[in-house]
């Protein structure tokens, strides 16, 4: 039920701001990708209200943000999140790298480089290649990316 509470709202969010979903067909180089539509918001605002999101919202062992270029509209760097792989009764972590491009009412957003561990401790795996670990990772970015768009919006 609580799954359920989490998603409408999610769902009904992405069908508002125009999110569109897509994977590269090469299993090895999987994208998880969100273009947002931002009515209204320029270019040099979004990428500052997306930045500081990014920056107070997102926690890695590496910089957060590594490159944010205005000019280009470009910000990338690091995330860790934790997530549970369909099946699995515990969650692991999820290493990812990012990369935002902005543009005048929209911006696309990027996740690659998914890596897993199941502690602190321990070191980090390649993300495996089936759909039960990368349907829970999509869900989880939906969620991150919905959680950005309401803060832009506000």
Known sequence: MRTLMIAVPVILLLL?????????????????QFIINFPGQRKDSLFEK????????????RPVIEKED???GTIAGNGVTEMRAEGDTV???????????????K???RFTNLEVSPDEESGWDPMPEDTTWHRPAQVKFTAMIGRLTEYVNK
């Open 16 to 32: 508002t701001t125009g999110v569109t979903l897509m994977q590269d067909t090469a299993p090895a180089n999987l994208t998880h």
């Open 50 to 61: 997306i930045l500081k999101w990014m920056e107070n919202n997102l926690r890695s062992p």
């Open 70 to 72: 205005l000019e280009t």
């Open 91 to 105: 969650d692991v972590r999820l290493a990812f790298v990012f990369r935002v491009d902005v543009r005048d009412g």
């Open 107 to 109: 911006a696309r957003f």
